[in-house]
RNA sequence: UCCCCGGUAGCUCAGUCGGUAGAGCAGGUGGCUGUUAACCACCUUGUCGGCGGUUCGAAUCCGUCCCGGGGAGCCA
């Protein structure tokens, strides 16, 4: 195929007078006297390139002046300095071929705006939108800062498994994987017979790679494990997916300071790198979906994250004067409003709750020297809450078999995880970042269904 | 899963006290114009989310189910 230039490209470097060809999809087409004006956008940039076609093409009466929004074309010309205003450069096309259709009566994207929930029900088509479109690319180039900031650091990416046989890793309910054959399902005595299954053993969905990860970062020091994450919890809201991608680095050696330097040195590169990056995207949100997003970020940029323990969170709260629906209490974990009033309110920026009580928290946490609290820490940003949780690992044996014995887990199930502390244990934590949730912040979009492609949540799945 | 709100033309919505529906945009036709979400004129479009009920009569009232939105819980 015919090699063509990147509208991107071709609207920063400009290369007037020279014939360039491009390929992509009308966005809309302007009709005047004796020429068409289509805007032509081939998915590298938020502007798109307009073709002037004039009627001396062959095809002008055939093909061009039945274009519409959505067809795709192919267009030859030279790139000239355009004598209007809303454009520095334009391509007067000397060829244009169509390569296909789209009827202006079935094709579902209009040549306005449409609401998100709309475009929901045509998630195939909705990253051709303004919008969509730039979300996918801020989507891709905060995945790409995500691996750059972590491999500069030396940290290694790992491949945690998608499908997991721990049957609790303590973080929600999960998705059953098998191969058995559900209308003639093995049972001995009523219960169904999972040696007969795939694995010889019940299988799900992984709801973390995080116990993975801690067995490698005690082999290669720092490493991260980025990738699909399913939880079958029935959540019905615009912050939780059934499937989402979560990033987890985890390092030896560390402690929970350590753990939220890294955590706050990162959010802050992944804004700064779009804002850098994605400039162009990046001022489609600022203008059109949220006007206090630069504010926001900047926000966030500007300021160290504050660092409060949860006892003192706690005392905060107390003495707010506010009247939450919600009782405050010492032991009793922090409820959304909570969270709101010291991000919003309290602090107006990130901060970094720690050291709860370990009943409300998970058996991997390290117990911290009081035998109350746990070495973890949750981030919590103004208007999206919770973005990162994460903790010190439990390394001592003795301690991590007391708490999993508590929580009811099987410990067989766990020996290799147990070895981990046996065999050379040492310091280590992590943390989790939900990345559709971090895209959110970024964007300002309201709606985690609008930052992935396909969203997957109770009752639905797009395409 | 719980609470609240909503579902009317392809899209975004209006529709009063129960009397079989309307606007803007899109689309079509014509006109005009180096146009910028182009403009002007005319025209087309409906299982009023599904099912059941009340009523002479239901978009409107009641029940139920489905879907969407906001909030909560769970969490990332």
Same mark, same amino acid.
């Given at each position: 195929?015919? *090699?063509?230039? /990147?509208?991107?490209?071709?609207?920063?470097? *400009?290369?007037?007078?020279?014939?360039?060809?491009?390929?992509?999809?009308? *966005?809309?087409?302007?009709?005047?006297?004796?020429?068409?004006?289509?805007?032509?956008?081939?998915?590298?940039?938020?502007?798109?390139?307009?073709?002037?076609?004039?009627?001396?093409?062959?095809?002008?009466?055939?093909?061009?002046?039945? %274009?519409? $929004?959505?067809?795709?074309?192919?267009?030859?010309?030279?790139?000239?300095?355009?004598?209007?205003?809303?454009?520095?450069?334009?391509?007067?096309?000397?060829?244009?071929?169509?390569?296909?259709?789209?009827?202006?009566?079935?094709?579902?994207?209009?040549?306005?705006?449409?609401?998100?929930?709309?475009?929901?029900?045509?998630?195939?088509? &909705?990253?051709?939108?303004?919008?969509?479109? =730039?979300?996918?690319?801020?989507?891709?180039?905060?995945?790409? =800062?995500?691996?750059?900031?972590?491999?500069?650091?030396?940290?290694?990416?790992?491949?945690?498994?998608?499908?997991?046989?721990?049957?609790?890793?303590?973080?929600?309910?999960? @998705?059953?994987?098998?191969?058995?054959?559900?209308?003639? %399902?093995?049972? $001995? =005595?009523?219960?169904?017979?999972? +040696?007969?299954?795939?694995?010889?053993?019940?299988?799900?969905?992984?709801?973390?790679?995080?116990?993975? !990860?801690?067995?490698?970062?005690?082999?290669?020091?720092?490493?991260?494990?980025?990738?699909?994450?399913?939880?079958?919890?029935?959540?019905?809201?615009?912050?939780?997916?059934?499937?989402?991608?979560?990033?987890?680095?985890?390092?030896?050696?560390?402690?929970?300071?350590?753990?939220?330097?890294?955590?706050?040195?990162?959010?802050?590169?992944?804004? +700064?790198?779009?804002?850098?990056?994605?400039?162009?995207?990046?001022?489609?949100?600022?203008?059109?979906?949220? *006007?206090?997003?630069?504010?926001?970020?900047?926000?966030?940029?500007?300021?160290?994250?504050? /660092?409060?323990?949860?006892?003192? !969170?706690?005392?905060?709260?107390?003495?707010?004067? /506010?009247?939450?629906?919600?009782?405050?209490?010492?032991?009793?974990?922090?409820?959304?409003?909570?969270?709101?009033?010291?991000?919003?309110?309290?602090?107006?920026?990130?901060?970094?709750?720690?050291?709860?009580?370990?009943?409300?928290?998970?058996?991997?946490?390290?117990?911290?020297?009081?035998?109350?609290?746990?070495?973890?820490?949750?981030?919590?940003?103004?208007?999206?809450?919770?973005?990162?949780?994460?903790?010190?690992?439990?390394?001592?044996?003795?301690?991590?078999?007391?708490?999993?014995?508590?929580?009811?887990?099987?410990?067989?199930?766990?020996?290799?995880?147990?070895?981990?502390?046996?065999?050379?244990?040492?310091?280590? =934590?992590?943390?989790?970042?939900?990345?559709?949730?971090?895209?959110?912040?970024?964007?300002?979009?309201?709606?985690? &269904?609008?930052?992935?492609? @396909?969203?997957?949540?109770?009752?639905?799945?797009?395409?």
């Amino acid at each position: 195929m015919e *090699k063509t230039l /990147r509208i991107k490209s071709i609207l920063t470097e *400009k290369p007037v007078n020279q014939d360039i060809c491009v390929q992509g999809w009308l *966005k809309s087409k302007r009709d005047s006297k004796g020429l068409s004006f289509l805007d032509v956008t081939d998915g590298s940039s938020l502007t798109g390139l307009q073709v002037i076609a004039d009627e001396s093409l062959a095809n002008y009466h055939t093909d061009i002046a039945q %274009l519409s $929004t959505g067809c795709s074309i192919v267009a030859r010309g030279q790139l000239v300095a355009s004598p209007a205003k809303g454009q520095e450069v334009e391509l007067h096309a000397r060829e244009i071929t169509v390569y296909g259709w789209a009827q202006p009566e079935t094709y579902p994207l209009q040549k306005k705006r449409h609401s998100f929930e709309f475009l929901r029900s045509v998630a195939h088509l &909705r990253g051709r939108t303004n919008s969509l479109g =730039a979300v996918a690319r801020i989507r891709s180039r905060l995945s790409w =800062a995500i691996h750059q900031f972590f491999q500069q650091r030396g940290f290694f990416q790992v491949h945690t498994p998608v499908i997991t046989t721990s049957d609790c890793e303590g973080a929600g309910e999960m @998705f059953t994987v098998t191969s058995f054959d559900l209308q003639k %399902l093995p049972r $001995t =005595a009523g219960a169904v017979d999972f +040696s007969q299954d795939f694995f010889g053993r019940p299988a799900s969905l992984t709801v973390s790679g995080q116990l993975e !990860a801690e067995a490698y970062a005690l082999a290669l020091g720092n490493v991260y494990t980025f990738g699909p994450t399913f939880r079958a919890e029935n959540s019905n809201t615009s912050r939780h997916l059934a499937e989402f991608w979560m990033l987890e680095p985890e390092m030896a050696f560390c402690d929970l300071e350590g753990d939220m330097d890294l955590a706050e040195e990162l959010l802050k590169f992944l804004i +700064s790198d779009c804002l850098e990056n994605c400039a162009e995207d990046m001022d489609l949100f600022a203008r059109f979906i949220d *006007k206090t997003l630069m504010a926001k970020l900047d926000n966030v940029l500007k300021h160290e994250f504050v /660092r409060i323990s949860y006892s003192d !969170a706690v005392k905060e709260l107390e003495k707010s004067g /506010r009247s939450f629906a919600f009782p405050v209490a010492w032991g009793i974990d922090l409820q959304s409003e909570h969270e709101r009033y010291l991000a919003e309110t309290l602090f107006q920026r990130p901060v970094i709750v720690t050291d709860y009580p370990k009943t409300i928290k998970p058996f991997y946490m390290r117990v911290n020297d009081d035998n109350k609290t746990v070495a973890a820490m949750d981030i919590l940003f103004p208007g999206i809450g919770e973005i990162i949780g994460g903790s010190q690992r439990e390394e001592r044996l003795e301690q991590l078999t007391a708490r999993m014995v508590e929580a009811g887990i099987a410990l067989e199930n766990y020996q290799w995880y147990l070895d981990l502390r046996r065999f050379g244990t040492v310091p280590h =934590a992590g943390f989790g970042l939900g990345f559709e949730r971090i895209i959110q912040f970024v964007t300002g979009m309201g709606n985690i &269904r609008d930052v992935i492609a @396909f969203p997957r949540t109770p009752g639905s799945t797009a395409v």
